[in-house]
């Protein structure tokens, strides 16, 4: 079974500054996708950034980035000029390529991130 | 486009009690995922319907069902609650086609008392 650990309960930035957040997987298979959702205060889960393992290039979306690699299953998001709006629940999650088309996704325990003014 | 639509948004229920929990999907989409949200567990997968077929179960016990319509709402209902189920349960929808993106609710609030 395919696992998700983030190692960081808690992190907090400067505003405008830049912070990593941190992820690592296990799995056995070698066709997947990779997530990073944000879960503010008031609970809408939201995509920020996603990552399909052929690709060997780093996702970007804006100020977030990824920093993806395979080998050593590793998985973590840089959010650049960080803003208030980004204090939220983050979430790393894994997704198989096969199984029929399932979109189940496994997901790590998250990371609080606060923005500190 | 409205987004997904989860009724009702806070519930509470007493232990033996059932429930049911309704999502609406985005028009258009196909697949309806549910997870359970806890504290402790985190984020856990309950199970997933596409075009009416429950696609993938998690390892929840045989309390926990759910369905999906033709029009693509779905349903999902504990049965003989217990304290442990209290949660924050989150459904998503997708159109179903490969690389298709999730699109998640607000959830709904369980309280077991």
């Known amino acids: 079974a395919q696992t998700v650990t983030q190692s960081q309960p808690e992190m907090s930035v400067q505003e405008a500054e830049t912070v990593t957040l941190s992820c690592t997987y296990d799995t056995s298979e070698s066709d997947y996708y990779l997530f990073w959702y944000k879960q503010p205060p008031s609970r809408q889960m939201i995509l920020v950034i996603r990552?399909?393992?052929?690709?060997?290039q780093n996702a970007t979306e804006n100020r977030f980035s990824v920093n993806f690699q395979k080998a050593a299953k590793s998985f973590s998001l840089k959010i650049s000029d960080s803003q208030l709006g980004d204090a939220a629940m983050y979430f790393c999650a894994y997704r198989s390529a096969g199984r029929g088309g399932s979109e189940k996704l496994v997901f790590g325990k998250g990371t609080k991130l606060t923005v500190n003014p | 486009k409205a987004g997904v639509t989860q009724t009702p948004r806070y519930l509470i229920k007493t232990r033996g009690q059932q429930v049911t929990l309704s999502c609406s999907p985005i028009s258009g989409h196909r697949s309806v995922s549910w997870y359970q949200q806890t504290p402790g567990q985190g984020l856990q997968f309950l199970f997933e319907?596409?075009?009416?077929?429950?696609?993938n179960k998690g390892n929840f016990p045989g309390r926990f069902s759910g369905r999906q319509f033709s029009n693509s709402r779905s349903e999902m209902n504990v049965s003989t609650l217990e304290l442990g189920d209290s949660a924050l349960y989150l459904c998503?929808?997708?159109?179903?086609?490969?690389?298709?993106?999730?699109?998640f609710g607000p959830g709904t609030r369980l309280t077991v008392l």
């Open positions: 998503a929808s997708s159109p179903g086609t490969s690389n298709s993106e999730q699109f």
């Open positions: 319907y596409f075009s009416e077929t429950q696609r």
């Open positions: 990552q399909e393992a052929y690709k060997q």
